[in-house]
């Protein structure tokens, strides 16, 4: 099961996340948090874009 809370900034969804950790982990239930912001995730995805090659024939651009 993956459980994603997003937000804005400072509405409070570290500490909900750690909260929700802690009542899986006691029913029992493996927990991970993993915190990203939005400027971590494009830097990686456009990275990862930039690894791939471009299929020969692509109808559409890959950068």
Do not use: H
């Not at 990275?47 to 299929?55: I, M």
């Amino acid at each position: 099961m993956i459980i994603a809370l997003v937000g804005a900034t400072g509405t409070g969804k570290s500490g909900l996340s750690l909260d929700l950790a802690e009542r899986l982990a006691a029913r029992g239930k493996r927990a991970e948090v993993v915190n990203a912001d939005a400027m971590q995730f494009i830097a990686a995805w456009t990275s990862a874009r930039r690894s791939c090659p471009s299929p020969s024939g692509a109808a559409y651009p890959i950068t």
